[in-house]
């Protein structure tokens, strides 16, 4: 099996910009996440998906972000408009719903300047 | 509310040492799994271990051991023989059993083995 497959790997953008996180799931996992890390904050949850249904959006920041699951094999993190604060690792990771153990993507390093 | 506290913020030692990363957990479930990630420098995440919490046995694998104490709330992990590829952060995290998987992480633990 691939993984979990984030893309792009790095973003560099410009403040203002949209930008788009990539993320597709191990085949067969059925719950998705979408974490952030910062030196500030750690390792923090934004959303979860269960069966490409929303679940607790309530660790996404603002609405600048967005995030959708329009299938079991994709999903979308959106940024806009991008601030430099928002400069940290993002990480998918997926689950087979109970079974306790998430499995994470290589991260997208995104970069506002 | 959840939360993982991992004291230790950075630790070295110098290769072939033993090293003990501490975890220690706060939770009202009942029910809930406990976990140990590491984050090597090309920084991807990579699962160590889970553990439920009915399940208080310690476990080993190779150079790695777990020590999982409900009554301390602690999950602590031991690197026996340390190598410097075991160079990394170290994350232990807590999800709860009923229903979904999200995971409260700690603030991680970096190791340095040094050659």
């Known amino acids: 099996d691939a993984g979990v497959i984030q893309s792009p790997r790095h973003e560099v953008t410009e403040m203002g910009q949209e930008v788009t996180l990539r993320c597709k799931p191990i085949s067969g996992h059925n719950s998705l996440f979408w974490y952030r890390q910062t030196m500030m904050r750690g390792l923090e949850l934004l959303i979860y998906f269960n069966n490409n249904v929303p679940i607790d959006d309530s660790g996404m920041p603002e609405d600048r972000f967005s995030a959708k699951m329009p299938n079991a094999s994709f999903s979308t993190l959106k940024i806009q408009p991008s601030e430099p604060r928002d400069s940290a690792v993002y990480f998918c990771?997926?689950?087979?719903?109970?079974?306790?153990?998430?499995?994470f993507g290589q991260g997208t390093r995104l970069t506002v300047v | 509310a959840q939360k993982v506290t991992q004291a230790q913020t950075e630790i070295s030692v110098v290769e072939k040492e033993d090293v003990t990363l501490d975890c220690v957990y706060e939770?009202?479930?009942?029910?809930?799994?406990l976990f140990w990630y590491k984050q090597p420098p090309s920084g991807e995440l990579v699962f160590l271990i889970r553990r439920n919490s009915f399940d208080e046995q310690n476990e080993i694998s190779g150079r790695y051991s777990w020590n999982f104490q409900k009554s301390t709330s602690s999950f602590n992990f031991t690197i026996t023989a340390s190598q410097v590829v075991d160079s990394a952060v170290y994350f232990c995290?807590?999800?709860?059993?009923?229903?979904?998987?999200?995971?409260?992480f700690g603030t991680g633990t970096r190791l340095t083995i040094i050659p």
């Open positions: 939770t009202r479930d009942t029910t809930y799994y």
């Open positions: 990771a997926s689950s087979r719903r109970d079974s306790g153990e998430a499995f």
């Open positions: 995290a807590l999800s709860s059993a009923f229903g979904n998987e999200k995971l409260t």
